[in-house]
Nanobody, 120 residues
Framework: QAQLVESGGGLVQAGGSLRLSCTASGSISRINDMGWYRQAPGKQRELVAIILSGGVANYAQSVKGRFTISTDNAKKTVYLQMNSLKLEDTAVYYC??????????????WGQGTQVTVSS
């Protein structure tokens, strides 16, 4: 099994910045990808950014140029640097990882979510 623990959410004014972190632990042999999703009240969960093990990153159009995803592979940690935050970025942000466990099984795991609130 694997576990993901997020941190870094909070309240910030529009135009401000936050950095989210997510660390994976457990019986992980390899991490194939790590990403961030978000879910605003009354809306479906959506992909924000994802980074593959080779370093290739993809972003939702709405955050391109403002958010940056990165990893520290040694720490099994993914970061989401969020700049120029807008009111519409308010949501619960979830970390997600696709892994290969030490048993050889593959799995996809979610963190518990961290609230990001952008105020005017």
């Amino acid at each position: 099994q694997a576990q993901l623990v997020e941190s870094g959410g909070g309240l910030v004014q529009a135009g401000g910045s936050l950095r989210l972190s997510c660390t994976a632990s457990g019986s992980i042999s390899r991490i194939n990808d790590m990403g961030w999703y978000r879910q605003a009240p009354g809306k479906q969960r959506e992909l924000v950014a994802i980074i593959l093990s080779g370093g290739v990153a993809n972003y939702a159009q709405s955050v391109k140029g403002r958010f940056t995803i990165s990893t520290d592979n040694a720490k099994k940690t993914v970061y989401l640097q969020m700049n120029s935050l807008k009111l519409e970025d308010t949501a619960v942000y979830y970390c997600n990882a696709g892994v290969i466990l030490e048993t050889g099984a593959t799995g996809r795991y979610w963190g518990q979510g961290t609230q990001v609130t952008v105020s005017s």
